[in-house]
Every structure is written in structure tokens, then in C-alpha cells.
């Protein structure tokens, strides 16, 4: 067995880079043999891509084949986390943020398990699971909250794909095409390190159909405030690092920066992460007008959310 696999596996070297894709899904149907020769102590080596069957390397076989068929089999879950507009008290969006529980790994944290997608060929599939999920769940959502959207992150890799948008969009006229206007769209400042031409037809395309595009977790990346015009963002989600320094004088200065300035070019800008009641009014008090954070609502499954969220007192 040992040497038929070594066989198969250095044959799998000579497929080309764009087909990687096409055989990681392939490699992962082979992963439960992987394993077992690890345990085995059967030393198999991938030449081209220096494999080394490690513990750890198989771990990674492991939950990587274990997520592809998560996300075949439709074990993903998602959770939803509101956003709120602080002088009105009133739920503007939802941020669906994936969560997946396995039998063996237990809850695996999503920083994890898309760093691993990401790094396995797996992130469209999961991204067009999410998407699914979403779908799903709208006619519930919008019943609910008939005004509100909702926010899908995306992958600078996935916006880096010519024909993303296309099939997002194609996904989303498949069930009904009016959701385009109930849709968010958010990605990382990394975006801006990404083949910005392709992102951009995808953004502009995206944008064109009605989707809110948002810029998450900014001011944590090598990006600037100057690169913003490049990209056709309508909302900049500020990192909650800022929120947590709020007691600095120097970072309230920053943040009501921050506000004014996405004021003046008509950008929306909300502050994640907030967790206290203290935080929630210095951020009223140097009007910033959109919050989400654990204060008002951790993330959770669309059946445990309230219609009417109770508001907390300062």
C-alpha cells in the first residue's frame, strides 16, 4: 500500500497550478488512508510539495477532508450577529458568520477551519455554501426585518476569480433576485494587496446589482485612508482594537477621526467589537452612529434572535 501511494501521489505533481484546485478535492478523498499509514509509521514523501505526514500534516488532511464533505453534505451552520444604529435603537444588518461542529474535532473556530479552506483550495466551495445558507434563511430574515441586509464575508481569493461575481449573482437570481438589494458584501484591507483590476470589475459588478460593500476590520493591515477611493466601498467596519482603547485619549482622537472623515465622503462607518456600556457612549457622544459587539448581541442562529432587541442602559 505504501508504495502504490507514493506512486499515485507523485502522479498527482504533474497536473499544472490551475488545476490545484481539481486535486486537492481528489487528494482529500484519499486523506482517511493518509492517515492510517501515518499511524502505521509509513514515511510517505510528495517530492514537489515537500509533504512530510507528520502528526500535524495529518491533522491538516484530516480536517481538510473533513470539511470538504461539511460542506458537500451540508453540515455548516450559521450564526448571525446584528448591527445597530445607536440613536435609533434599530437593527440595520446581520453579519451571517459561518460555524461548523464535527463529531471528532468538535467546534472547530472559524479563524481555523477558513484559514484552512483558504489554503486548501476549499474557500469558493465554502463561500458558495454560505451563500446557500443565507439564501435559505432570507425569507425569514426579511419578514422579520423587512429593511435590514445582510452581510456575507468574502475571500480576497474568491474576489480575485474573474467570474465571482457572476456566480454569486447567478446564485442569487436563482432563488430571487431581489435579495441582490438586502445583500452585504464584506472583505478585509488585505484586498488592497490583491489583483486589484479583477477585484474591482468584481466589486463595481456586485455593486451595480445593489449590494452594500463594506471594508472589515480596517486599520489593522498595511492599508491607508488615502487607498479607500480605489475600491467602491459604501461602509468601513473600524477594527474593535480601536474600541477597546477608547479610554486612551490619543485613540478617541483617532476614532472621532475616523467619524468625521467618513462623514465628509459619505461612507458609513460602524465600530465592532463593543462591550461595554461605557464604550457604547463615548461612541454616541463622538457620533459614531453604527455599532455591533457582544453588548448588544453575541452572534447566534436565526431561531434564538429576538424580533426586538432590549437596549442597554448607559
Known sequence: MRDGLRRLSLGLNRFEATQRATVEWFFYGLGELLICADALNNAMTLSTHHFDSSRAQARQVQMAHKLAQAIMQGQLKVHYQPEFQIDAHR????????????????HVAPDEFIALAESKGLIVPLGAEILRLVLTDMPELLQRWPHARVAINASGLELEQAG?????????????PAYAMHLELEVTESIFHRDLPTVRHNLEQLKARGLTLAIDDFGTGQSSLSRLHTLPFDKIKMDKSFVQGLADPMVRAIVK??????????????????????????????GCSLVQGYLLSAPKPLAQLPVIFEWPSD
Not at 91 to 106: G, I, M, Q, T, Y
Not at 164 to 176: E, I, K, T, Y
Open 164 to 176: 465571482f461575481a457572476s456566480q454569486f449573482l447567478a446564485a442569487v437570481d436563482g432563488v430571487n
Open 91 to 106: 437593527l440595520v444588518s446581520l453579519e451571517a458568520l459561518c460555524r461548523w461542529h464535527d463529531a471528532e474535532l468538535n
Open 257 to 286: 477621526g475616523m467619524v468625521d472623515l467618513t462623514k465628509s465622503f459619505d461612507r458609513a462607518l460602524v465600530a465592532e467589537g463593543v462591550e461595554t456600556a461605557a464604550e457604547l457612549k463615548v461612541l454616541r457622544e463622538i
